[in-house]
């Protein structure tokens, strides 16, 4: 088809492709690593107690009752907190905000696949460094010039964890550039892990977190950065550019009040880290490779079958995994992981699938 002239000016890009979101009841949903448990119960409170007419209004353009509670929480300032619709939308700002010089970008070659996309339609020039054999992190390949760094730790989708000491390594290599750690999965890890202490040190560090795995509402869509103030200061001046209304008043209001319940916080986190241990077992004994994974989720490799004719087995019994037919990664499966149930039902089929004779 030919190009329309009005077709020249439009900004064209290749938009990031999400897990799928089958909408029967009744599948076992492993794909998109979300929590298989509730959000914690004082949520349902606040949805009751919600007096419906205060939608006429705008919410509170500062969202200051849920970043007052990340700060609680977190032991911060107010002013060390941006929050956003999902952290998507945080990663998203941060680009925005951080990346405009004419040097690239830095990231894994095997990494969340929305970097590449908010460089391509913000035009930030990047270059991906290749993991070792390990799936592990090289610091060296980040200590070349560069406009900025970005990786998630723990890794996706491989579940990788890199230690505080090599992170801050390379924060400290980087004082030029802005470094974005990306904690989407850091509280599966255990205590300890996150580089968040790193921001007192280091003006140039960001790190972001998010409410989608492991406070179990990913539907509500909040994410939020922390880091030195002025950081956080340039963030909220390019935010209030472009859309000043962008989290909803109930979502202000659920999300603050998730983050004072720690006690179902730990207890969730504990029993899916309980489930994740168990599932590494049960993988090994069905033969699958895969690594140490630290996050909610495990990057498996099976071996007498093929991962694409494992996923697509398991989706013919309405088990539904991640694949990506892509090169280092088509070999592995990335699999959430869910309730006890939920995996009990996974491994029923996959003794199944990787036993029978074909
Ligand atoms: C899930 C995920 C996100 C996005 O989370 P939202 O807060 O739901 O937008 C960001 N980074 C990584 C590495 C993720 O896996």
């Known amino acids: 088809m030919t190009e329309k002239k009005w077709e020249q000016s439009v900004r064209k890009v290749i938009p990031y492709v999400p897990g799928e979101q089958p909408q029967e009841t009744d599948v076992v949903k492993l794909n998109t690593n979300e929590n298989p448990y509730p959000p914690c119960p004082s949520v349902r409170a606040v949805l009751d107690k919600f007096d419906i007419s205060k939608m006429r209004l705008y919410p509170a353009p500062d969202a200051k009752v849920l970043v007052d509670a990340i700060a609680e929480r977190y ?6 907190i941006f929050v956003g619709v999902g952290s998507d939308d945080v990663i998203s700002m941060a680009f925005m905000t951080f990346f405009n010089s004419d040097k690239p970008i830095l990231f894994p ?17 990047y270059k991906t460094c290749p993991l070792n054999k390990d799936f592990t992190i ?13 990786f998630p730790n ?5 579940g990788v ?8 390594d390379i924060v400290k290599s980087n004082p030029d550039s802005v470094v974005i750690i990306d904690e989407a999965y850091i509280d599966f890890a255990g205590a ?10 280091y003006d140039n560090l960001l790190v972001i977190q998010t409410y989608s795995k492991s406070r179990s509402m990913a539907g509500m869509r909040i994410g939020f950065a922390m880091g030195n103030e002025k950081l956080i200061k340039y963030m909220n001046d390019v935010k209030f550019s472009i859309n000043s209304y962008t989290m909803n008043t109930v979502t202000q209001l659920c999300g603050a009040e998730s983050m004072r319940d720690e006690a179902y916080f730990t207890e969730t986190v504990e029993k899916i880290v309980r489930t994740r241990e168990n ?7 069905l033969n699958f490779i895969f690594t140490d994974s630290m996050s909610n989720f495990i990057f498996a490799s099976p071996q007498k079958k093929s ?19 892509k090169p280092v990664i088509c070999d592995y499966l990335r699999i959430s992981v869910g309730t006890d149930e939920e995996m009990e039902k996974l491994f029923n089929a996959l003794e199944d699938i990787i036993n029978e004779n074909s």
Do not use: H
């Open 75 to 80: 032991k911060l300032n107010p002013s060390q």
């Open 109 to 125: 070659d095997i990494t969340y696949s929305f970097y590449d996309v908010w460089a391509d339609v913000y035009r930030i020039p």
């Open 138 to 150: 090289n610091p060296d390949d980040y200590k070349q010039e560069n406009g900025g760094i970005i």
């Open 154 to 158: 723990p890794n996706a989708p491989t």
């Open 161 to 168: 964890l890199e230690s505080v000491d090599m992170i801050e």
């Open 192 to 201: 300890g892990k996150s580089c968040l202490p790193l921001i007192d040190k």
């Open 279 to 285: 599932a590494k077992k049960r993988l090994a004994e």
């Open 307 to 325: 991962a694409q004719y494992v996923f697509e087995e398991l989706k013919k019994r309405k088990i539904y995994v991640r694949y990506w037919n």
